[in-house]
């Protein structure tokens, strides 16, 4: 799926529709410094624990979710935040069927 339109209105959470039994991606905008990426978990659906080299900001845009960052959970629903730090292990599941806006920061 392409990069969501520049400068233009954009509904978040009709970007990524629920899919059954999947995860739902869209990227919404890359560049050198980061990116931004839109998420739709089905309930149940999970990223098994991982690290990555970048902090990242995880809003919750509906739904609940359970994030787990160097095993320690977290429960969000619509409108909370997290931040993940850099090289710490994280993990994200979804309680419920949930969406997420993800943003990564690379310098």
């Known amino acids: 799926m392409p990069a969501a339109p520049k400068s233009e209105i954009l509904n978040l959470i009709s970007l990524a529709e629920y899919q059954s039994g999947t995860i739902v991606s869209r990227q ?3 560049a050198e410094g980061g990116n931004v990426t839109l998420f739709a978990f089905d309930e149940g659906q999970e990223l098994s ?3 990555a080299p970048f902090d990242a900001l995880v809003h919750v845009l509906d739904g609940e979710a359970e994030i787990k960052i160097s095993g320690r959970p977290s429960l969000l629903k ?3 935040a997290i931040l993940m730090p850099a090289n710490q292990p994280h993990a994200v ?3 419920k069927k ?3 806006l993800l943003t990564m920061i690379k310098t």
């Open 28 to 30: 919404i905008t890359k």
């Open 93 to 95: 599941k979804a309680v």
């Open 98 to 100: 949930f969406k997420m």
């Open 78 to 80: 619509s409108g909370d």
């Open 49 to 51: 624990e991982h690290t």
